[in-house]
């Protein structure tokens, strides 16, 4: 078969993989090559089990797959024939010398930039799909474009706004597709050519085009803005244990203001994923750059009020059940960062269960899907802490029960079962307020909600 456009897409992770399954599935003219430095991963992308977790994911890359959705680890090969080419690596929070904690590990960048350099024969189109910092495409251009041979390359932003868990939908019917460039005829061409091939099925006026410092600061800004959403929901969910006004009350109360809107102002345990700390630190990193030390301190206290919020809720367990959980087999549900995704990193189930562990609890991890990356997670404290896949296991003979995730099978367990088979008194702390609590309290367990008079016996 022949293509008209060649796409490679450098980083087959979360992004990369359903990203590019979706342009291949709605884009039959386009042939898509995902590749990967993670065999593994590779591997796993060309079996029947995929190595995420995405509701609906498998039918896209069923139908794509073999006709124009490859996976490869061949990633020069892949160079050598694009016309367009992806980079979809990790950006993580640098871990070590300057700006560690803070600023963006740019390494798995700058190497992708280096190896597309090496193997191209002629100019290419480079998008940035990872989400990186600011003026991160002048250097991508820099160091493309240093070249003495004379190819040229066009650096463009594309930065990525789907949520794991809804990615598919996300990438079918998106709310905006972003493409920044520099406002040359070149960059101008480059990101209509960009533009065209999501034209194909997102309405024109959702591609939005930007010059390209826009485009890398509105994804840092849309993570800021989401995560500071929560952080502020989180914050008076404190308030309203102390009052009790009930938190999804005032959400409601606030959400119905069109202003406002409804959306990410469920009251939880916590924020998590690999972005919104890793962005926000990323943005204070940038901002103190500036020397903008307000703005710095401003956006930091987001992630903090989340620190706050996890550490809460294990203070919460812990002054309730008599101030020691020492011995005690406490049950989470849920290790996902949220559900409908096997993803834990960031995850506050992470903080939760490291919480207790320095209490000395006997934890035990359950989830339907994020079982693997839980153990992986915690491979240091490996010894101390059980992994169950059946929740009622995991909750028979403990003394608390908390909802670390919102899976909707945890709404319908049979909690008479799982009462009578805990300890007495039975603790349950509903970490993303999703349980009928009077009628778990009916049942016989002491409740803790987030941001609600809790339900005691005693
Ligand atoms: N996960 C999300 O929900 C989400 C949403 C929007 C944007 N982003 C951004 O997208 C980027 C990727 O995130 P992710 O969650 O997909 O990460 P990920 O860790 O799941 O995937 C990145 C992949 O890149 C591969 N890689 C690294 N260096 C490579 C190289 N030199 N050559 C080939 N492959 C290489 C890794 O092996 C890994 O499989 C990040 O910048 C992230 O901030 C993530």
Not at 111 to 133: M, W, Y
Request: net charge negative; aromatic share 8%.
């Amino acid at each position: 078969m022949s293509f008209d456009t060649r796409i490679l897409c450098i980083g087959a992770g979360y992004v990369g993989g359903p990203t590019m399954a979706v342009i291949a599935d709605r884009c039959p003219h386009v042939k898509v090559t995902v590749t990967d430095i993670n065999r593994q991963r590779i591997d796993a992308w060309n079996s029947n089990d995929l190595p995420i977790y995405e509701p609906g994911l498998d039918l896209v890359v069923g139908r794509a797959r073999g006709r124009n959705l490859f996976f490869t680890t061949d990633v020069a090969a892949g160079i050598r024939e694009a016309d367009i080419i992806f980079v979809s690596v990790n950006t993580p929070t640098k871990a070590f010398g300057e700006g560690a904690g803070k600023a963006a590990d740019l390494q798995y960048w700058e190497k992708t930039a280096r190896e597309i350099l090496a193997n191209s024969e002629r100019g290419k189109i480079v998008v940035e799909k990872s989400t990186l910092p600011v003026r991160t495409a002048d250097a991508m251009a820099r160091i493309l474009n240093s070249n003495s041979r004379g190819i040229r390359f066009e650096v463009l932003s594309n930065p990525e706004f789907l949520a794991e868990g809804t990615a598919v939908r996300d990438l079918e019917l998106p709310d905006r597709v972003l493409i920044g460039s520099e406002e040359t005829p070149g960059g101008i061409a480059a990101r209509r050519a960009v533009a065209d091939i999501y034209a194909t099925w997102v309405p024109r006026e959702r591609v939005l085009e930007a010059n390209v410092w826009s485009a890398e600061l509105s994804k840092l800004t849309a993570n800021a803005f989401l995560a500071q959403r929560i952080s502020s929901i989180n914050a008076m969910s404190a308030l309203c244990e102390k009052t009790e006004a009930d938190i999804d009350e005032v959400a409601h109360a606030i959400g119905t203001d069109s202003r406002i809107g409804p959306k990410f102002l469920k009251a939880s345990v916590g924020f998590g994923g690999s972005c919104f700390k890793k962005d926000i630190l990323n943005l204070v990193y940038i901002a103190e750059s500036y020397g903008l030390h307000e703005v710095a301190d401003y956006w930091e206290s987001v992630v903090r009020m989340n620190e706050w919020q996890e550490a809460r809720f294990v203070r919460t367990m812990l002054t309730n059940m008599f101030n020691t959980v020492a011995g005690k087999r406490i049950a989470l549900l849920g290790f996902a960062f949220k559900a409908d995704t096997g993803d834990t990193r960031e995850s506050p189930a992470d903080a939760v269960a490291r919480g207790l562990l320095a209490e000395r609890a006997h934890v035990v991890i359950s989830d339907p899907k994020a079982l693997a990356n839980a153990r992986r997670d915690l491979e240091d404290v490996t010894g101390q802490v059980e992994f169950e896949d059946d929740p009622y296991k995991a909750a028979a003979g403990a003394h608390a029960i908390a909802i670390m995730t919102e899976w909707s099978e945890y709404r319908t367990l049979d909690y008479n079962r799982i009462y009578a088979a805990m300890e007495k008194p039975a603790f349950l702390f509903d970490g993303r307020n999703i349980l009928d609590h009077r009628a778990l309290f009916d049942v016989g367990f002491n409740v803790f909600p987030i941001g609600k008079v809790a339900l005691k016996h005693f």
